[in-house]
């Protein structure tokens, strides 16, 4: 079993930045691809980026540029940084880890971003 935990949103200005943690119960190691999601009301839960334990980055078209995914091995913790906010990033932003044999979510933090 694997438990995420992120933490960092918030409510930000058009153009302002936040950094999202997600931490791990597990090493972070262990996990084949570490992500983020989001989801805005009425829509799809959507990729936002990606990180394999390789280290290969994998970003939404639509935050390219403007965020970026990054680890801290020793305390088992994903980031994502966000910047050039935009009310349209606004979701929920949700933590995924997969394993060999498993998917697993946190609960979500909400992002806020107002014009």
């Known amino acids: 079993q694997v438990q995420l935990v992120e933490s960092g949103g918030g409510l930000v200005q058009a153009g302002g930045s936040l950094r999202l943690s997600c931490a791990a119960s597990?090493?972070?190691?262990?996990?084949?691809?570490m992500g983020w999601y989001r989801q805005a009301p009425g829509k799809q839960r959507e990729l936002v980026a990606t990180?394999?334990?390789?280290?290969?980055?994998n970003y939404a078209d639509s935050v390219k540029g403007r965020f970026t995914i990054s680890r801290d091995n020793a305390k088992n913790t994903v980031y994502l940084q966000m910047g050039s906010l935009k009310p349209e990033d606004t979701a929920v932003y949700y933590c995924?880890?997969?394993?060999?044999?498993?998917?697993?979510w946190g609960q979500g933090t909400q992002v806020t971003v107002s014009s």
């Open positions: 995924n880890a997969k394993t060999w044999s498993d998917d697993y």
């Open positions: 597990v090493s972070i190691f262990s996990i084949t691809v």
């Open positions: 990180l394999t334990s390789g280290g290969r980055t």
